[in-house]
């Protein structure tokens, strides 16, 4: 006579079962994790080259000219303005908040009267060029596009740190307090550039994209990769990745030790 057919798992066959979609799971999501983040990264990037095809359509109507990147007095002719000014004719408003080329996939908290952005423009591209800060942001004068000699090696935008301001600000241009990114700088404001949290940059020290920013050079193309990270001693960054900021590649040689 013939047993009749067992019906169901055992104990042993369900703890076989659970152990290899363990497995699985401890394989598979790692390999998703980073497929989305490249996804976010492609995103951006894509973000970043139609913002530069606004730049050059800002500087064919312009006879030139770059619009300025930035500083305290909101002129109508700054990069990134709240109305119709800089790019926005360009590159569309951002009125659609975090859905816009404007900012990173990655953005997801914003506390400012500005429209969200991620991207800063490099602040040393203006008339006088490569004018650091504090001094360059009071420089209201644009720089002219065949005034940059290397723009495959000149940064034009980058991924900027988070700013968390807990108190209103003195300078009139940020009197509310909140969370979003300046609208210009140097390799100081760059996502990833501190070893830690520093005082207006609490997540500074992570790049957008787990190692890596976006940068967008003046000729129109995007590199990722790693920031400069930040050290006790002047320069602070290598020559190499110094000398992409400067319009005048020579001009602050003499800073870095050989």
């Known amino acids: 006579m013939n047993r009749r057919s067992r019906s169901g798992f055992t104990l042993i066959e369900l703890l076989v079962v659970i152990a290899v979609i363990g497995i699985l799971a401890a394989i598979l999501f790692p390999i998703f994790s980073r497929a989305k983040g490249m996804a976010q990264r492609v995103k951006c990037a894509s973000n970043m080259r139609q913002l530069g095809v606004a730049f050059g359509m800002y500087c064919s109507e312009w006879d030139g000219l770059y619009p300025s990147p930035g500083g305290l007095t909101g002129e109508r002719n700054y990069w990134s303005?709240?109305?119709?000014?800089?790019?926005?004719r360009y590159?569309?408003?951002?009125?659609?908040?975090?859905n816009t080329i404007w900012c990173c996939p990655y953005?997801?908290?914003?506390?400012?009267?500005?429209p969200v952005r991620s991207y800063s423009m490099?602040?040393?591209?203006?008339t006088p060029s490569d004018v650091a800060y504090p001094t360059g942001i009071r420089i209201k004068e644009p720089i002219r596009q065949d005034a940059v000699p290397s723009p495959k090696s000149t940064i034009l935008l980058y991924e900027g740190a988070l700013v968390i301001k807990p108190t209103p600000s003195t300078v009139p241009e940020y009197q509310t307090a909140g969370i979003y990114v300046y609208r210009c700088g140097d390799w100081t404001c760059v996502k990833g550039w501190y070893n830690g949290p520093a005082p207006s940059f609490p997540d500074g020290e992570t790049p957008w994209h787990e190692d890596v920013n976006n940068y967008l050079y003046c000729d129109g193309h995007v590199k990722a990769r790693p920031p400069g990270k930040h050290s006790s001693t002047y320069p602070q960054v290598s020559w190499d990745e110094a000398r992409e900021w400067y319009v005048d590649k020579g001009k602050y040689r003499y800073l870095w030790p050989p």
């Open 122 to 126: 490099n602040s040393y591209l203006r």
């Open 107 to 114: 953005l997801k908290h914003w506390g400012s009267p500005f």
């Open 91 to 98: 590159a569309g408003n951002r009125a659609g908040g975090f």
């Open 81 to 88: 303005q709240s109305g119709w000014g800089g790019l926005t």
